[in-house]
């Protein structure tokens, strides 16, 4: 009886990585000059449909859908992939994309660029798009024989912990310049990530609490005022404190009296 071999799972897994890795690194070559973002697979009886996410989906495409034709028979010839269906999808902000922002940079300064007017063009454009940080780093050999890095930032970047891994989106591209490689390292935070020292005011709370306190004092204006027992002490010492105030008053009085009595006799005179 021949026996029947069985793959595995964890070998499966692992075929289906190398696939995928082969895959992303074959699409980044070919659509390159479409601004490449990523690319996602998904598996039907019928067939596999790959998306590919990129800045300009028309290039892709292709007129009549050559250009996405041509690209399944190099995936079916290169991966082995039995059935493969290209689409493409337009990124909605390609400058919150770290790849499409390195590819960027990447071309124009194999254009011939100035790397300074390039990398602040990209950070500026970065930031309008809404990105809460970016940091671009430039090595290689700029006009000189001795090659450095430089560095442009601006925002938040987070660079180790958890936070560095979840929130920041990373990127490196290569340019082959007659003088030698420059590389080009670009992360971007996103304008959705939020910082673990963020303070949220929570307006529905505000409202409850002026709630709250508005009822108190309201309870506090309609309840009555309880009275406070005075000592008899201190009453007999008022009313005799009032008693004397009330003498001192009719005195006054009389005497206000008696001098206008005086100034009428005087008038008559």
Same mark, same amino acid.
């Given at each position: 009886?021949?026996?029947?071999?069985?793959?595995?799972?964890?070998?499966?897994?692992?075929?289906?990585?190398?696939?995928?890795?082969?895959?992303?690194?074959?699409?980044?070559?070919?659509?390159?000059?479409?601004?490449?973002?990523?690319?996602?697979?998904?598996?039907?009886?019928?067939?596999?449909?790959?998306?590919?996410?990129?800045?300009?989906?028309?290039?892709?495409?292709?007129?009549?859908?050559?250009?996405?034709?041509?690209?399944?028979?190099?995936?079916?010839?290169?991966?082995?992939?039995?059935?493969?269906?290209?689409?493409?999808?337009?990124?909605?902000?390609?400058?919150?994309?770290?790849?499409?922002?390195?590819?960027?940079?990447?071309?124009?300064?194999?254009?011939?660029?100035?790397?300074?007017?390039?990398?602040?063009?990209?950070?500026?454009?970065?930031?309008?798009?809404?990105?809460?940080?970016?940091?671009?780093?430039?090595?290689?050999?700029?006009?000189?024989?001795?090659?450095?890095?430089?560095?442009?930032?601006?925002?938040?970047?987070?660079?180790?912990?958890?936070?560095?891994?979840?929130?920041?989106?990373?990127?490196?591209?290569?340019?082959?310049?007659?003088?030698?490689?420059?590389?080009?390292?670009?992360?971007?935070?996103?304008?959705?990530? !939020? &910082?673990?020292?963020?303070? $949220?005011?929570?307006? #529905?709370? +505000?409202? /409850?609490?002026?709630?709250? %306190?508005?009822? @108190?004092?309201?309870?506090?204006? !309609? &309840?009555?005022?309880?009275? $406070?027992?005075?000592? #008899?002490? +201190?009453? /007999?010492?008022?009313?005799? %404190?009032?008693? @004397?105030?009330?003498?001192?008053?009719?005195?006054?009085?009389?005497? $206000?009296?008696?001098? #206008?009595?005086?100034?009428?006799?005087?008038?008559?005179?």
């Amino acid at each position: 009886m021949s026996s029947v071999k069985t793959v595995p799972t964890y070998k499966k897994f692992i075929h289906e990585g190398i696939i995928r890795y082969s895959l992303h690194e074959l699409l980044e070559r070919i659509t390159e000059k479409a601004g490449f973002h990523g690319v996602d697979i998904s598996s039907t009886p019928v067939r596999d449909v790959i998306t590919v996410y990129v800045e300009r989906p028309g290039i892709v495409i292709g007129r009549g859908g050559r250009a996405s034709k041509r690209i399944g028979e190099m995936i079916k010839e290169t991966l082995g992939i039995a059935n493969p269906y290209i689409q493409a999808r337009k990124v909605e902000e390609p400058f919150l994309s770290a790849r499409i922002v390195a590819s960027y940079i990447a071309r124009r300064i194999a254009k011939g660029e100035r790397h300074k007017r390039v990398a602040f063009s990209a950070l500026r454009r970065v930031m309008m798009a809404g990105a809460k940080g970016v940091e671009i780093r430039l090595s290689g050999k700029f006009g000189s024989q001795r090659a450095r890095e430089e560095r442009f930032r601006a925002g938040v970047i987070y660079r180790c912990g958890q936070s560095q891994v979840e929130k920041v989106d990373y990127a490196v591209k290569h340019v082959l310049m007659p003088q030698g490689v420059i590389g080009v390292r670009v992360r971007i935070v996103r304008p959705d990530v !939020e &910082s673990p020292d963020s303070i $949220v005011i929570k307006e #529905e709370k +505000i409202e /409850e609490i002026r709630q709250r %306190v508005k009822e @108190e004092k309201e309870k506090l204006i !309609e &309840s009555e005022i309880m009275e $406070v027992e005075v000592p #008899e002490e +201190i009453s /007999e010492e008022v009313e005799l %404190v009032s008693s @004397e105030d009330a003498s001192q008053e009719s005195e006054e009085e009389q005497v $206000v009296k008696s001098e #206008e009595v005086s100034e009428d006799a005087v008038q008559e005179s």
